[in-house]
T-cell receptor
Framework: DAGVTQSPTHLIKTRGQHVTLRCSPI?????VSWYQQVLGQGPQFIFQ???????GRGNFPDRFSARQFPNYSSELNVNALLLGDSALYLC???????????FGQGTRLTVV | AQTVTQSQPEMSVQEAETVTLSCTYD???????LFWYKQPPSRQMILVIR??????QNATENRFSVNFQKAAKSFSLKISDSQLGDTAMYFC????????????FGKGTKLTVNP
């Protein structure tokens, strides 16, 4: 079975641009969460979606937004990119809430 | 707000020996879950072990076991018979019960297993 897949794996963007990151959960998983992992730190929670509704949001500015589609895949959008947005963005899916979260390999975003 | 603290930025151990990674957390909740995740250089976060707060028995997964001290809010990971493939970053994480999927991670411990 395919695990959590994220695309693209690497991305380079210029300050001020917009970026869209994509995540496909494990088949049957209805919950998707996004995390930002800055180099040398633990992941920080950005969003959680369950059954296409936002169920949680971390302490991130409104430049960050996300959505979940009817097939449970998800997009993370970041507007007006800053140098500080450079990080590994991780997506995790789980069958339902409070169950094991399975992570994808992440998207490495570099803002120059 | 919940916090997770890992006080050991780096540790090393000889192959086949035992090592313990420390983690403390702070919460006022009674229903929660604790996890240890492993992140090798491939970047993918892999669940090592999970502990439900309401369970008094410490979780065990093959060579990995935890020492869960609820009153002390301590959750350490013991790796027995260390293998070269255990070399990775290890993150302790906390999740509230009650329907949240938000994981709160510590800063991680870099474990190196030496041959």
């Amino acid at each position: 079975d395919a695990g959590v897949t994220q695309s693209p794996t690497h991305l380079i963007k210029t300050r001020g641009q917009h970026v869209t990151l994509r995540c496909s959960p494990i088949s049957g998983h209805k919950s998707v969460s996004w995390y930002q992992q800055v180099l040398g730190q633990g992941p920080q929670f950005i969003f959680q979606y369950y059954e296409k509704e936002e169920r949680g949001r971390g302490n991130f500015p409104d430049r960050f937004s996300a959505r979940q589609f009817p097939n449970y895949s998800s997009e993370l959008n970041v507007n007006a990119l800053l140098l500080g947005d450079s990080a590994l963005y991780l997506c995790a899916s789980s069958l339902t809430v409070n169950t094991e979260a399975f992570f994808g390999q992440g998207t490495r975003l570099t803002v120059v | 707000a919940q916090t997770v603290t890992q006080s050991q930025p780096e540790m090393s151990v000889q192959e086949a020996e035992t090592v313990t990674l420390s983690c403390t957390y702070d919460t006022s909740e009674s229903n929660y879950y604790l996890f240890w995740y492993k992140q090798p250089p491939s970047r993918q976060m892999i669940l090592v072990i999970r502990q439900e707060a309401y369970k008094q028995q410490n979780a065990t997964e093959n060579r990995f076991s935890v020492n869960f001290q609820k009153a002390a809010k301590s959750f350490s990971l013991k790796i027995s018979d260390s293998q070269l493939g255990d070399t990775a970053m290890y993150f302790c994480a906390f999740m509230n019960g009650g329907g949240s999927e938000k994981l709160v991670f510590g800063k991680g411990t870099k474990l190196t297993v030496n041959p």
